[in-house]
């Protein structure tokens, strides 16, 4: 298939190499810093662009990879080429496209992505939507190329997907930098909770989290707590937070196991 990546972030940069490797070509890689655009298109050997203007007629399907608020303005300039298009959003609804053309689809790698680290594509889970039949098979066969789990996620459910990836990944991940910089006001490396980090992470892929929960809110240990919350004393936001979140776990638990 003839593809053209719209786009140059971290999710058009793995898309992009997923579909070269899977012997798919891409035509073009458009973004609006030409640099960006040259990089992407460099390593999948495709011609760079800056302006959509510039489209290449000559593609099968256009992947719009950029950020939510400026993909129907997109979707809206390569309309006339009345080719299919998707976006790559899992906030957005299909409606932004449909706005515009009834060859249109989501396309959605439920996946973190930074372009130093690679990924295998196989494991990624692929949420697809489409306007109708025909294209939910061409979007099935372009997904099953690149992965080995593709779902029919519609927008209304990708919508509930979405803010639980966000609790599932940019939250934990903003809580280690908040443990990575309590570690560095006394002088201790992060590296000590490297494997505390993966073990908890490793659980949850054989166990739901609620049932492998552990810590001093779950044996609702107050001294323990407390203490904590005394060292976190000349931060109120941490203090609040680190409050917020334990009582979510013991109510967690209680809801589970009743009021011990």
Not at 162 to 184: E, G, K
Request: one cysteine or more; a negative charge.
């Amino acid at each position: 298939m003839r593809i053209t990546i719209i786009g140059s972030g971290n999710v058009a940069t793995h898309l992009a190499a997923a579909f070269k490797n899977a012997g798919h070509r891409i035509v073009q890689v458009y973004s609006r810093d030409m640099q960006n655009a040259a990089l992407l298109a460099y390593h999948v050997k495709a011609e760079p662009i800056d302006n959509l203007s510039q489209i290449d007629p000559e593609t099968d399907i256009f992947i719009i990879a950029v950020k939510d608020d400026v993909i129907g303005l997109i979707a809206e300039q390569l309309a006339p080429y009345q080719k299919l298009m998707v976006h790559t959003s899992g906030a957005t609804d299909l409606y932004a496209l449909l706005a515009f053309s009834d060859n249109v689809g989501v396309f959605y790698p439920l996946q973190t992505f930074s372009k130093a680290k690679e990924v295998n594509f196989r494991t990624v889970p692929l949420c697809i939507e489409a306007a109708d039949q025909e294209v939910a098979k061409r979007l099935k066969e372009l997904a099953y190329g690149i992965s080995n789990s593709v779902y029919d996620i519609d927008s209304q459910h990708r919508k509930t997907l979405h803010p639980a990836a966000v609790f599932a990944c940019n939250f934990p991940n903003y809580l280690y930098n908040v443990a990575q910089q309590i570690l560095a006001e006394h002088q201790l490396n992060f590296d000590l909770l490297r494997p505390l980090v993966l073990e908890t992470a490793e659980k949850v892929q054989n166990s739901l989290p609620a049932n492998v929960q552990t810590g001093p809110a779950v044996r609702n240990d107050e001294i323990t707590m407390n203490n904590h919350l005394r060292l976190l004393q000349g931060y109120p936001d941490l203090q609040q937070l680190y409050t917020l979140l334990s009582q979510g776990i013991i109510k967690m638990d209680i809801d589970r196991h009743g009021d011990k």
